[in-house]
Nanobody
Framework: QVQLVESGGGSVQAGGSLRLSCAAS????????MGWYRQAPGKQRESVAT???????NYADSVKGRFTISRDNAKNTVYLQMNSLKPEDTAVYYC???????????WGQGTQVTVSS
């Protein structure tokens, strides 16, 4: 099993910044993808950004240029730096740790991000 502990959510005004962190522990496997997903009320969960263990990144179009995902493999931790936040970024943000194939995947408990106008 893999455990994921998220931190860094909160409330901020539009234009502000937040940094999310997610630490993974347990039965980790080396070839993996860590990522952030979000779910707003009444909407489906969507991918925000992902990063492989060798540093390849992918972003949703809606966050390109504003969000940056990074990871520290020595600490098994992934970060999401969110700048120029918009009210539409308001959601519960979930951390994910998964195999390349996607057959194995684990979720964090989620952290609320609220952006007010």
């Amino acid at each position: 099993q893999v455990q994921l502990v998220e931190s860094g959510g909160g409330s901020v005004q539009a234009g502000g910044s937040l940094r999310l962190s997610c630490a993974a522990s347990g039965s980790l496997f080396s070839n993996n993808v860590m990522g952030w997903y979000r779910q707003a009320p009444g909407k489906q969960r969507e991918s925000v950004a992902t990063i492989t263990n060798d540093g390849n990144t992918n972003y949703a179009d809606s966050v390109k240029g504003r969000f940056t995902i990074s990871r520290d493999n020595a600490k098994n931790t992934v970060y999401l730096q969110m700048n120029s936040l918009k009210p539409e970024d308001t959601a519960v943000y979930y951390c994910n740790f998964a195999s390349y194939s996607g057959k194995r995947g684990y979720w964090g408990q989620g952290t609320q991000v609220t952006v007010s106008s």
